[in-house]
């Protein structure tokens, strides 16, 4: 296929791969769009708790394949052609991973502010380490600092250095 194709046909293309792989797999899910824009698109796989559960595989590992094996469908389907971002989610699980996320970080940056000492959390994929980064950044007295090599890179929280404080005379 050459041209241009619009972020609508692709983000058909996707939820009829989609379609078929749990259908393939003998999975009771469907693929709904949830957003699109001019360079990205959403969908979610909709369907019985427990046929999520198994397309959302342990931590999400299968979330994440999920939509990294319809971005290379995109790929190979288009080659050469300007491709959306793909965003693929499973029963709402980007969105509650997130939330139970920010919770936890909130109560470690609390501890990391009380007790002066830094705190390192298990290593995590790029999405929830953002996550991770965004929800640090606005707690005053905590910074972040991420260490390691994928598949292990992890975020650690510090204690901010005295120099990150807000200058009382800068605020004259």
Known sequence: MT??????EQQAMVEEFLDGLVTAFG??????????D???FEINLE???EALGLLIGPRG?????LQEVAKTMLQRRLPGVRRARVRVDVGGYRQRRREALEAYV???AGAVVERGTERGLEPMNAADRKVVHDTVNEIAGVDTISVGDEPRRRVVLVPSSPSDAPNPSDEA
């Open 47 to 49: 369907g019985e708790n």
């Open 27 to 36: 999975i009771s899910a469907k693929a709904v769009p949830v957003a699109a």
């Open 61 to 65: 590992r299968h979330v994440v394949a």
């Open 38 to 40: 001019d360079d990205s």
């Open 3 to 8: 041209g241009e194709t619009t972020t609508a």
């Open 106 to 108: 909130r109560e470690l």
